[in-house]
């Protein structure tokens, strides 16, 4: 395969605040017109990577390039060819939303007839046609939302970076919010996002898993399935799944059963292990013998959330 | 270059659209200050009068009550009822109901008439309120010190026109009635314009913070510079809006004279705003949130009132404060004004001041020029 040049290069880029590493020797690189993500716990170390590669946070060592600029010397340079959105919502909430749009617009240089024909496409992509002059803060969250990305990629940026875009939307508004981000990437944007969410994390085509600010895996989300799981996953439903899931942990700490892990989902339980079929008898029967009644069981996928935890543990 | 000036317009323009919205921002800003001009001059701008005074006269004669008259006459007292007994006074003190009480002793008119008489009279005051007490010191001492001559030209056996006494020839320049509002008004307008400036400016970049916006402004082709244009001018325009507006109540509500040049007074009103926007910038980016930004303005905006000369001229203070106002913006643009408005000055007599206010201002916003490009990148 031909070595693409990289939008986005991370080189061991690390912070400290203090004592405290909030990323930690961090390397990855982002492909042009890939949605690229950051998957993490919260104080994982995903906002302060994106602080630093936006070139408002200085590393304390490390080194970055997006779109082969060098941020740390020349953070202006790429001001005008990158769109952020933050974790808070970015507009004003007392401006009306045409009155946001031409700000950002103006700011990032936009004028008369330019000005006017952006601010109607970003209007029509966040279905927001007709309500121009309502206040931000009369929106609904996932408006608002909408209206936020409308705003950061009213300049056309090359790289557009989304920190925990969609946290506290709701279901619905997440999906149309991806589906939009997926006609951008269409278009031929970089796209990098963090998130805590899995079923988000699923939709990106390369992921990085952050833990305690280090990368401790990245790629596709298949490619993650296949690399990070020893065994393959068992759903097991039963009368107390709380209580089974201590029962099958201390079977595997006193090493009855080889087990790799055993995890609550909800009213299930997923145990991994390698061969984890042919185990199937010997569950029930370590539940029996505590008095829990086991029903189905059933190999499944893995899901991306099976991966993450399998990958923490390691 | 026309677009870099459209960008840190559009910034400009978001700012007063935020004013609008915060409509009791705008309207502190604009009204407040003229508000407060209005209150404080309608009460220093008179003469401390109708205080209530108790009389006890235990001697009841011709003499003691022509010298009750004379307290009367002044104007300075408002005389109660009169009583008969001490306790009544004392209870009036206690309760704050009185501010001064007159004793007269049985013996009054006999010690006034006879030759080698001391005629007494026992006066007590409610220092709990100082000033008020003061005045009416000033006021007893007063009629006292007219009947004293009397008594001696009547004792020396004279005619009251052989005696002329001792009087200062009286020759007031400036303030020729020596009205107390013509010298706090225009310290009330100094302040006043320096807290607007300072908080207006204080909220800023803090708002952004508060938000969560600073961020994108940060994201935004905006160079630091960009922003600190772009967040100023507001504060400049209704600074001085507000300069203009107070300075016209001054003028017009409570007859401070304009002797001086108007266009100087407003260059170097500008100047002053300048000086006390770079300080508000370095409280904005100091501060983590609006409330901090406040307090901030509060103790800062209250330790330059000290120097503006409004509560006590600064030229009575300890000597080391008399050397800290050189420091004070607020001084020296105090300075200016009254020497402006009441004295006529101009830049031969002022220069002094107008230079030690551009060497502070250019001294102060260098440094929050650095100070708010170290914290904004």
């Known amino acids: 395969m031909i070595a693409e040049r990289s939008t986005i290069v991370s080189e061991n880029l690390t912070k400290c605040f203090g004592e405290f590493t909030a990323v930690d020797d961090v390397s990855f690189d982002v492909h042009p017109g890939e949605i690229f993500g950051f998957l993490g716990p919260n104080g994982s170390g995903k906002t302060t990577t994106i602080r630093m590669m936006l070139g408002l946070l200085t590393p304390t060592s490390g080194d970055v390039r997006v779109l082969d600029v060098p941020v740390l010397e020349q953070p202006e340079a790429i001001r005008g060819r990158v769109g952020y959105m933050s974790q808070r919502f970015s507009l004003y909430n007392d401006l009306t939303v045409f009155q946001n749009l031409r700000f950002y617009g103006t700011a990032y240089g936009l004028s008369n007839e330019g000005l006017k024909q952006r601010i109607d496409r970003a209007l029509q992509m966040a279905g927001l046609e007709g309500r121009e002059n309502v206040r931000t803060h009369e929106l609904s969250g996932g408006w608002r939302q909408r209206l936020a990305l409308g705003a950061a990629i009213l300049h056309e940026p090359e790289v557009l970076f989304l920190d925990e875009p969609t946290a506290g939307v709701d279901p619905l508004s997440r999906r149309e919010f991806w589906e939009l981000l997926y006609q951008l990437v269409a278009d031929g944007v970089t796209v990098f996002v963090t998130t805590h969410y899995m079923d988000e994390a699923e939709h990106c085509h390369r992921l990085a898993l952050l833990q305690k600010g280090q990368i401790i895996a990245t790629g596709s989300p298949d490619d993650l399935r296949d690399q990070g799981m020893h065994g393959q996953v068992l759903e097991i439903v039963s009368s107390d799944s709380a209580r089974a899931t201590k029962v099958l942990r201390a079977a595997k700490m006193e090493g009855r059963l080889p087990l790799e892990s055993v995890e609550l989902y909800g009213s299930l339980v997923h145990v991994i292990a390698e061969g984890v079929e042919s185990l199937q008898d010997a569950l029930a029967l370590e539940l029996m013998r505590s008095e829990i009644e086991s029903g189905r069981m059933a190999v499944i996928e893995p899901s991306l959330e099976d991966v993450f935890i399998a990958y923490m543990r390691d | ?377």
């Open chain 2, 1 to 377: 270059m026309m677009a870099k000036w459209r960008k840190i317009w559009s910034l400009s323009l978001k700012e007063f659209i935020h004013l609008r919205s915060d409509w009791w921002l705008p309207v502190f800003m604009l009204f407040g200050g003229a508000l407060e001009l209005l209150l404080v001059g309608w009460a220093t701008s008179r003469p401390i009068t109708n205080l209530p005074l108790m009389i006890l006269d235990h001697d009841r004669s011709a003499a003691s009550r022509s010298f009750v008259v004379s307290l009367e006459n002044t104007a300075t007292f408002n005389l109660e009822e009169p009583v008969y007994d001490v306790a009544v006074i004392e209870d009036a003190l206690r309760l704050g109901e009185i501010n001064a009480a007159v004793i007269i002793p049985p013996d009054f008119s006999s010690e006034l008439s006879s030759p080698a008489g001391r005629p007494i009279v026992a006066v007590l005051l409610n220092g709990a309120e100082s000033i008020p007490a003061t005045a009416a010191l000033r006021a007893i001492e007063g009629v006292t010190r007219e009947m004293g001559e009397q008594i001696l030209v009547q004792r020396l056996g004279l005619q009251a026109e052989e005696f002329e006494g001792f009087i200062p020839s009286l020759r007031v320049w400036f303030n020729e009635s020596l009205v107390e509002a013509l010298y706090t008004i225009p310290a009330e307008l100094g302040l006043m314009l320096e807290f607007t400036v300072l908080l207006f400016a204080a909220l800023s970049f803090t708002r952004e913070r508060e938000l969560g916006t600073l961020e994108n402004l940060l994201v935004m082709p905006f160079s630091t510079l960009d922003l600190v244009i772009g967040k100023s001018i507001p504060v400049i325009m209704v600074g001085f809006l507000d300069f203009i507006l107070m300075l016209g109540i001054t003028h017009w509500a409570f007859g401070v004279p304009m002797r001086g040049s108007l266009a100087l007074l407003l260059v170097l009103a500008l100047v002053y705003i300048l000086v006390e926007l770079s300080k508000g910038l370095m409280i904005s980016v100091m501060a983590k949130t609006q409330h901090q930004a406040f307090l901030l303005v509060m103790m800062v905006g209250l330790s330059d009132f000290m120097f503006t000369g409004y509560a006590a001229p600064v030229e009575s203070m300890p000597r080391v404060i008399q050397w800290v106002a050189n420091f004070i913006p607020a001084h020296h643009f105090l300075e200016i004004v009254r020497g402006i408005l009441l004295k006529g000055a101009g830049m031969e007599v002022l220069w002094p001041h107008v230079l030690a206010l551009t060497i502070l201002g250019l001294f102060i916003g260098g440094f929050s020029m650095r100070f708010v490009r170290r914290s904004l990148s």
